[in-house]
C-alpha cells in the first residue's frame, strides 16, 4: 500500500504542475497547449528538469536560472496541495472506485477554486468538462448511482441559484453568480444528492470563519465581497473526506 500511496502523490505532484499551466493561461484565453512552459518575465522556455514538480522550485530557489525574476511561491503550493489531496482521498477509499471519481472531483476543484480567488472568474472550460466527465465516471464506475447525478445535479445547481436570486433581492446587487451556480452542478454530480446540501453548508461554514477572521484583523470589512467558489470547493474536499460522518449527524 506504500507503493500506492507514493504513486498517487506523486501522480498528484505532476497534475498540480498541469493546473498551474491551466490557472495561469485559462483566464486569458491562452492555449494549454502551446508555447512551452516559459518565464513570463523574460519568455525563456523552462528545461525539463526545472519544471519538475517541487523540486524545480526549490533548486531554483524561486528564481528563474535565465533572468533571475521571482517566481510565483503559487506555483510549488498548488503542486503540493494537489499531491497532498489525492493522496488524502487514497487513503480516505483506499483501491475503490471512489477513489477514482473524487479524485476526479478533485482535480477539478483545485484550479477552479485557485482562478476563481485570483480573477473572480469561474470558467465554462473548467466546470463543463468536470460535469461531463463525472457522469462518465459514475455510469462507468457506479451505474447504481444514476439518480445521485440527476439529483445532485439539480439540486445543487437550484440551491445556488435560489442563493444567487435572494441576494440579489436582498442586497441589490449580483452576490452569487451563475459560475457558483455551474460549480454546485459539479459538484452535485459526483456526490448527489443530499450530500451536495452537506457540502455546500461546509462551503459557508468555512466562508463565515474566513470573513469572521478576516473582519477580527481589519482585513474585511461589511459589505467587501469575497471569492465564493474556493470556499464552496473546500466544502466539496470536506465532505469528500467526512462526508459519511457529516451525513450521519444532519440525518439520522
Known amino acids: ?17 498541469f493546473f498551474n499551466v491551466l490557472i495561469h493561461r485559462l483566464p486569458k484565453g491562452e492555449s494549454i497547449i502551446r508555447p512551452r512552459s516559459h518565464c513570463p518575465g523574460c519568455g525563456t522556455s523552462i528545461r525539463f528538469y526545472d519544471n519538475i514538480p517541487l523540486v524545480g522550485y526549490l533548486l531554483l530557489r524561486g528564481r528563474c536560472r535565465a533572468c533571475g525574476a521571482a517566481i510565483s511561491v503559487r506555483y510549488p503550493l498548488v503542486e ?49 468538462p468536470g460535469i461531463i466527465a463525472g457522469v462518465v465516471l459514475i455510469f462507468l464506475l457506479r451505474p447504481e448511482r444514476w439518480k445521485d447525478i440527476l439529483f445532485g445535479a439539480l ?18 446587487k449580483e452576490s452569487l453568480g451563475m459560475g457558483d451556480v455551474k460549480l454546485m452542478i459539479l459538484i452535485g454530480v459526483y456526490v448527489g444528492f443530499p450530500d451536495v446540501l452537506i457540502a455546500f453548508y461546509s462551503g459557508v461554514v468555512l466562508a463565515g470563519l474566513f470573513i469572521l477572521g478576516g473582519m477580527a484583523v481589519g482585513k474585511i470589512r461589511m459589505g467587501n465581497s469575497i471569492a465564493f467558489g474556493p470556499f464552496i470547493a473546500s466544502g466539496a474536499y470536506v465532505y469528500v473526506l467526512w462526508g459519511d460522518w457529516m451525513t450521519r449527524i444532519l440525518f439520522r
Request: charged letters at 10%.
Open 80 to 128: 503540493l496541495l494537489s499531491g497532498a489531496a489525492l493522496l488524502s482521498v487514497a487513503v480516505r477509499y483506499g483501491q475503490s472506485p471512489e477513489t477514482l471519481i473524487f479524485g476526479m472531483l478533485v482535480c477539478f476543484l483545485i484550479p477552479i477554486g485557485v482562478i476563481d480567488f485570483h480573477t473572480r472568474l469561474i470558467l465554462n472550460r473548467l466546470t463543463m
Open 1 to 17: 500500500m506504500i507503493a500506492y500511496y507514493l504513486i498517487i502523490f506523486l501522480l498528484g505532484l505532476t497534475l498540480g504542475s
Open 155 to 172: 439540486g445543487g445547481g437550484l440551491l445556488l441559484l435560489f442563493f444567487a436570486v435572494l441576494g440579489k433581492l436582498l442586497f441589490k
